[in-house]
């Protein structure tokens, strides 16, 4: 009887090491490691994250075979699962691609390009180095860490020659390497001594404003180029950094602002409109951003004012400055303002949303004019010579039912007396289906062409558009106006009944 316990326990010792042989743990013939490069940052910080596998030479270069079906240069695969790129949990986490000397590996289920960083020596073992590099920018104080990562690979000594499948491994053994984990805290910034002009960037911030206008009448518009630059900007989150406070700007309404985001800076277009000929420069702009070296501390750079000739505004002129207080007007009108809504009377959303109800049963039982509005394409917004957006917008707005002429004739003939402009304005808005504030848009003239109104007739309307919002701001009176507001209104109702009429026998 003890004759055979003694057989079972050696049956169970080697079946305990085969086990083993076939998925060692801790091979010492590679190794993964994570290394953050830091102990502590700051909230908001970006820092760089290390991903390292390290794998002997002779066995990356005769015993490694594939371990999953998908090809790469290096047939490991690494896991890391807090690296996952994206912004989840409070993290914004990014991949920097390598350059220079590359090779695939597997990370998860993809396979990806790590820089090749040469040899090292660890524990007097040489080792063959690739790294992943991730970038992370932590939104919440505390500790922030990364779970172990793990290494798996397959290798073999032995290989026999298949006729199909070519070089095979005779004594394929799968291995699993696991690392060490890596916490950084992350340390919530200063409270006290925080400039009214941070906008959240972490790190050291350029900033210069520069302009090719050096003279400008009052309600004309120009453009600006404000550009941040530094560490601050190139390696936050996408949206860390808030832009400039762009009331800073006194004397001059922005009228709007176009942001290009590119490799190392962040450039804004903005477009502004003096209002008085007061003014001699464009003012200084003021920007905070929190340096964290040594301990931290916040620090705010400055522009240069930009020096500027102000004229009034020329008698007859049409600048297109207009368009920019005709933006300020209608949300003053509105009751709101770029960065949100204030006082607006509760009633207005009832009759908003009845609005919205009504449009839709409107559109259920409209018949559909789609085929007709697919007929304006990139062609023909070339040979009319407008863009492709407008085209797109124009598609958009013909699919629409039609709107009630008369009634919107009416509707502008009371404000006639009161405000010529107001009147012609509102009659546009409803007629090309826009806010009233995209009715002083540069491409007005395009859309009344694309709406059948003669391009002399267009420009003439905007010209006029333009001659009462100046002198709303200084410029010459524009005589007899309701007198013509009327006129205008009866031929852009004309030529816009005609156009509808001729689309709906092309339907």
């Known amino acids: 009887m003890s004759r055979i316990a003694a057989w079972v326990g050696l049956a169970c010792v080697a079946l305990v090491g085969a086990t083993a042989s076939a998925a060692p743990?801790?091979?010492?013939?590679?190794?993964?490691?994570?290394?953050?490069g830091t102990r502590s940052v700051f909230v908001g910080?970006?820092?760089d994250v290390t991903l390292?596998?390290?794998?002997?030479?002779?066995?990356?270069r005769d015993h490694l075979v594939p371990v999953f079906q998908r090809a790469a240069d290096v047939p490991v695969r690494v896991t890391a699962s807090d690296l996952a790129t994206g912004d989840r949990d409070g993290r914004s986490i990014t991949r920097i691609e390598p350059f220079g000397d590359v090779a695939t590996l597997g990370l998860g289920d993809d396979v990806v390009r790590a820089a090749r960083v040469g040899s090292r020596i660890v524990d007097g073992r040489p080792y063959a180095v690739f790294e992943l590099t991730f970038r992370v920018v932590v939104a919440s104080a505390g500790a922030c860490s990364f779970a172990a990562p793990r290494l798996e690979f397959a290798s073999a000594t032995r290989f026999d020659e298949d006729l199909f499948q070519g070089r095979v491994p005779a004594d394929r053994v799968e291995s699993t390497v696991d690392g060490e984990a890596e916490t950084v805290q992350v340390l919530a910034l200063p409270r006290q001594?925080?400039?009214d002009t941070f906008r959240g960037a972490i790190g050291r911030v350029t900033l210069d404003v520069a302009t090719a206008v050096h003279e400008a009448a009052v309600g004309e518009e120009f453009t600006v180029s404000v550009t941040l630059g530094g560490d601050g900007v190139s390696e936050a989150a996408p949206d860390a950094a808030g832009s400039p406070d762009w009331t800073q700007f006194v004397g001059f309404h922005v009228r709007g602002v176009l942001e290009h985001r590119e490799a190392v800076t962040?450039?804004?277009?903005?477009?502004?409109?003096?209002?008085?000929?007061?003014?001699?420069?464009i003012p200084a702009l003021r920007y905070a951003s929190f340096d964290p070296a040594d301990g931290g501390t916040y620090v705010e750079v400055a522009s240069r004012p930009v020096p500027l000739t102000v004229r009034a505004a020329a008698s007859?002129?049409?600048t297109v400055g207009g368009a920019a207080q005709a933006d300020a007007a209608s949300e003053r009108d509105a009751g709101q303002t770029r960065d949100g809504v204030r006082g607006v009377d509760p009633a207005w959303w009832v009759v908003g949303g009845l609005a919205v109800i009504a449009f839709a049963v409107v559109l259920r039982s409209a018949r559909r004019v789609e085929?007709?509005?697919?007929?304006?394409?990139?062609?023909?917004?070339?040979?009319l010579g407008v863009g492709k957006r407008t085209a797109q917008a124009a598609r958009v707005e013909l699919a629409r039912p039609p709107i009630d002429a008369a009634a919107e004739r009416a509707r502008c003939d009371a404000r006639l007396g009161d405000d010529a402009e107001r009147a012609v304005v509102v009659y546009l808005a409803a007629s090309l289906r826009v806010p009233e504030a995209a009715v002083h848009g540069p491409d007005l003239a395009e859309r009344l062409v694309h709406h059948g109104v003669d391009a002399a007739l267009a420009q003439r309307v905007g010209d006029w558009l333009r001659r009462c919002i100046a002198a709303r701001y200084g410029g010459p009176a524009v005589p007899d106006a309701a007198r013509e507001a009327r006129t205008w209104i009866a031929d852009l109702a004309s030529a816009l009944s005609a156009a509808r009429s001729a689309r709906s026998d092309r339907a």
């Open 371 to 383: 085929s007709t509005a697919d007929g304006v394409g990139v062609g023909q917004a070339a040979r």
């Open 316 to 318: 007859g002129a049409t």
């Open 266 to 281: 962040r450039r804004f277009d903005v477009t502004l409109v003096p209002t008085s000929t007061a003014l001699t420069a």
């Open 25 to 36: 743990v801790g091979d010492p013939r590679a190794f993964v490691a994570i290394d953050a």
């Open 45 to 47: 910080q970006s820092f």
């Open 52 to 60: 390292r596998i390290g794998l002997e030479p002779t066995l990356l």
């Open 193 to 195: 001594g925080v400039p």
